[in-house]
């Protein structure tokens, strides 16, 4: 997946959305509730934990990019930092 932000946070709202749309079917096909009535039925501390959540759910593909990208430059710095390492020891050994 490309790791521009407006790709990875379209994934995740479309991921939303789907995730939504299987809830609210599920909930009136097995519950027999309407809509109203299935978010009425939702207390203040469990829905806004809920809801928070769900923002989590959504940005997580942006989140994984950006920690996808620490990652990698990290890794980089690693290497970089051995390859100068084994340099300065070569040249050691050639040049005493």
């Given amino acids: ?12 709202i479309i991921a939303l959305a789907l995730l939504l749309i299987a809830e609210i079917l599920f909930n009136i096909a097995l519950q027999s509730q309407t809509l109203g009535a299935y978010i009425a039925s939702r207390d203040p501390v469990s829905g806004s934990v809920y809801l928070a959540l769900l923002v989590l759910f959504a940005v997580t593909p942006l989140i994984l990019a950006r920690v996808q990208l620490v990652l990698a430059r990290v890794q980089l710095d690693r290497e970089m930092g051995h390859q100068s390492v084994q340099g300065n020891n070569a040249t050691r050994k050639w040049n005493p």
């Avoid at 997946?1 to 995740?12: C, D, H, N, Q």
């Fill in 1 to 12: 997946m490309p790791t521009a932000a407006p790709v990875r946070l379209s994934v995740g």
